[in-house]
């Protein structure tokens, strides 16, 4: 196992070194520069992230669920990713879930010192259920361990954790050839290289993580039919912003406009059935009917023969 300071994300970078003597403008310049380097380390794993997307996606089919686990900046983002995707594409919070090293309180307090211990990242992804449900164990679900080093000991535990309950795992790190990489079944690493401040993670390489995780559940909740064109179908107008989201989508989705989007989706009580029902000129039961069918994919209800 490589050192710390024989990894790219810990060496330093030398278009920064003298960054503490710029002006204010040239130091934000250089971050900037920094920063447009990470699109294209994210671009050049694009396999992977598609090859994640799918097997996640078959997995929700299957019934099962998706786990980020990770530590500091990493812990946060993917709960961070987890937490966003219960409002943006009204799935239970049980679906995503995050997790990390110390505990929710590390969340606003630091506990790097957390990651250290492979046992209580298996710890704690046990006890999150992790590959469990009322019978006994099950394989379907997911765990992306996240570490921008690809060596936090917190996450590898919980890595080995989830491969002896057959879960699929998949890790994200910034730096090919770790011990993350090597020990999950789909490898995620963006080689974002030298920070602009040696070792501060949280830059280049928690951007990529972002970037990453944000392909990920989008990809998956488009790939499960959460997503028709580009319209989040599955909103549920829970307030006043959201109910005219979900008009403007009714009306995009079948062109009728404002006033009759609003009666659909009273007389629907969701945007699928309200589209369906449109679309298709279904009462409320039928629509949903169709829609259980085909698995909640709104394209394939209206277009049940591609």
Known sequence: MKTLANLATEARNPASENIDELSTLDMLRLINQQDATVAAAVAAELPHIAAAVDAIATRFFE???????????????????????????????????????????????????????????????????????????WSQDTLVGIAASGRTPYVLGAIEYAKKLSGLTIGLSCVPGSPLSLNAEIAITPATGPEVLTGSTRLKAGTATKLVLNMISTGVMIRTGAVYGNLMVNVQPTNAKLVDRAQRIIMAATNCDQPTAAILLTAAGSVKTAIVMQQLTLDRPTAEARLASAQGSLRATLNPAK
């Open 63 to 137: 019934g099962g669920r998706l786990f980020y686990i990770g530590a500091g900046t990493s812990g946060r983002l993917g709960v961070l990713d987890a937490s966003e995707c219960p409002p943006t594409f009204s799935v239970p919070p049980t679906l995503f879930q995050g997790i990390i090293a110390g505990g929710d309180s590390a969340l606003r307090r630091s506990s790097e010192h957390s990651e250290d211990s492979a046992e209580e990242g298996a710890h704690d992804l046990a006890a999150a259920g992790f590959a469990q449900n009322d019978a006994g164990t």
